[in-house]
C-alpha cells in the first residue's frame, strides 16, 4: 500500500481520550499489559499526508485572525459529495459549517420543535444522540431496528409509523451508516423510511458522518437523493472527523436544499454564536476532499475490510455464544454476549471488566441501548487488533474469566 496503515503509534501521554481514559468504573488495567484503545470512535492511524499539508501551509502564515470560509471549502464538499456519493446540483447555499455534528443535530430540532417534544430515534442508538437530545430537553422515543433471519438489522417501517403518530412526533434522526450496528442501508431501505417521514410530515435530521466508511463494496447513499421530498425535508450533518481522524480539530458541515428549512436552522444556528470557523479546521477539510485525500480513503476502507473480515471470522470460531453482525460500514463491531455470560454465569459488567485487565479497552454497549452489548473499535494496525483478540481469547472467553 501506498499509505502507512501498520505503525503503531504511541497514543498514551498525547491528550488521548481514547488512550488515557477507561470508560469503565471500577476497571483497571494489569500491570503485564498495555493498553489497546478500542473504544471511543476515533482511529489509531495518522491522518492523510494532504491534510497535515494543507495545516502545515496555512501555518506558514501567522496570522489566525477572523476570516471568511474561502470558496476552497465550498468547492472542495461540492466535489467530494458528487464523486463520493454522485450528488449533482450541489451549491455554496446549501453548505454551510457547523463546529460539530451533535451541535448541528440539536440546531436543526431547535428550529423545529419545542423543548419537551418527542423526537424519533432508531435504537441502538449513538450515544451522542441520546445525551445530546436528553440535555435540550427532548423525549427520545425509540424504533427498535431487528435482525433478520441472516443477522442483518433492518428498520420496522410500520413500528417507526406507529411511534411517530402515536407520539405526535414532527422530526426524527437518522443516523446512516448507522452507528452501532454497523448497517449501510440500502436505496430502497432509505426510501421506505423516507416515505414514512413524508406520510407523517415528519423533519428528518440525518446525520451521515460516516458516509465514506463504507466496507466490502457497499455504497452509502445520501437520504436527501432519494426523492425530491426526501431532499426538502431533510436536514444532513458530515464531517471529515470520523473519515480522517481529525475529531480533536472540531469542523463538520450541513448540507440544506430547501430554503425555508435553511432558513430556520441558520437563524437558530445563529442564536448561541457557536459556529465560528476554525481556520485550521476548515483548511484540514480541504486537505482531506482531494484526489490524495480520495486516494487515502480508498485505502482505508481495504484495510478496515480486512480488520473487519479478520476480527469477525475470529470472534465466531473462538468465542462460542457471542453473536454478531458483520459491519458493512463504520469501524464499529458490536458484540451481543447476552448468550454468553448467560452459559458462563458471568455478569457483562465483569465481562468489560476482564477485558479491561488485560488491555483491551473497549466499551460497554448498554449505553447504546441493547443489553448484554459491548462495542469494539477496529480502527487499529491488524497488528494490534490481532493481539487484542488473542489475549480476549486466551485470558477472556475462556472458563477462567472469574
Known amino acids: 500500500m ?33 493498553k489497546i484503545p478500542m473504544w471511543v470512535a476515533d482511529m489509531s492511524f495518522a491522518t492523510a499526508p494532504s491534510v497535515t499539508r494543507a495545516i502545515s501551509k496555512r501555518l506558514e502564515h501567522p496570522v489566525f485572525g477572523y476570516f471568511k470560509l474561502p470558496d476552497a471549502y465550498f468547492d472542495a464538499i461540492i466535489g467530494w459529495q458528487k464523486q463520493r456519493f454522485g450528488v449533482e ?26 423543548k419537551g417534544d418527542s423526537v424519533l430515534l432508531h435504537a441502538p442508538a449513538y450515544i451522542g444522540f441520546t445525551q445530546t437530545l436528553k440535555n435540550n430537553g427532548y423525549n427520545i422515543v425509540f424504533s427498535d431496528l431487528y ?65 465514506d466508511i463504507t466496507l466490502f463494496g457497499n455504497r452509502h447513499i445520501p437520504a436527501q437523493s432519494v426523492s425530491e421530498d426526501a431532499k426538502n425535508r431533510t436536514i444532513a450533518v458530515y464531517a471529515p472527523s470520523k473519515t480522517f481522524n481529525l475529531a480533536g480539530l472540531v469542523g463538520s458541515y450541513h448540507i440544506i436544499y430547501n430554503r425555508y428549512l435553511r432558513d430556520r436552522f441558520l437563524k437558530q444556528s445563529s442564536l448561541t454564536h457557536y459556529n465560528m470557523h476554525n481556520v485550521l479546521s476548515v483548511h484540514a477539510l ?22 473487519a473480515a479478520y476480527a469477525y471470522q ?20 458490536f458484540l451481543n454476549c447476552e448468550g454468553w455470560c448467560r452459559e458462563h454465569e458471568i455478569s457483562l459488567d465483569d465481562l468489560i471488566r476482564a477485558g479491561i485487565s488485560v488491555g483491551v479497552i473497549w466499551q460497554d454497549g448498554r449505553p447504546f441501548h441493547k443489553e448484554g452489548t459491548i462495542r469494539m473499535n477496529l480502527a487499529l494496525p491488524m497488528s494490534l487488533l490481532q493481539e487484542a483478540l488473542e489475549r480476549l481469547k486466551n485470558y477472556v472467553f475462556c472458563t477462567k474469566t472469574r
Open 2 to 34: 501506498k499509505y502507512d496503515f501498520t505503525t503503531v503509534l504511541k497514543r498514551e501521554g498525547m491528550d488521548s481520550l481514547a488512550a488515557d481514559i477507561i470508560p469503565f468504573s471500577d476497571a483497571s488495567v494489569k500491570e503485564e499489559f498495555s
Open 89 to 114: 446540483n450541489l451549491t455554496k447555499e446549501d453548505i454551510g459549517y457547523e463546529n460539530g455534528v451533535l451541535g448541528g443535530v440539536t440546531s436543526a430540532l431547535d428550529s423545529f420543535c419545542s
Open 286 to 307: 480541504i486537505g482531506a476532499y482531494s484526489a490524495e485525500g480520495a486516494e487515502w480513503v480508498d485505502e482505508l476502507r481495504k484495510v478496515l475490510s480486512d480488520n
Open 147 to 211: 435482525q433478520d433471519e441472516h443477522g442483518v438489522w433492518r428498520m420496522d417501517y410500520e413500528d417507526m409509523k406507529k411511534k411517530i403518530i402515536d407520539n405526535r412526533i414532527h422530526a426524527a434522526v437518522f443516523c446512516s451508516p448507522h452507528n452501532p450496528s454497523g448497517r449501510v442501508f440500502e436505496r430502497c431501505e432509505i426510501e421506505r423510511a423516507m416515505e414514512v417521514y413524508r406520510e407523517t410530515d415528519c423533519i428528518v435530521v440525518a446525520d451521515e458522518i460516516w458516509a
Open 314 to 333: 475470529y470472534i465466531l470460531d473462538n468465542f462460542k455464544g457471542i453473536s454478531l453482525f458483520r459491519p458493512q460500514g463504520t469501524y464499529m463491531l
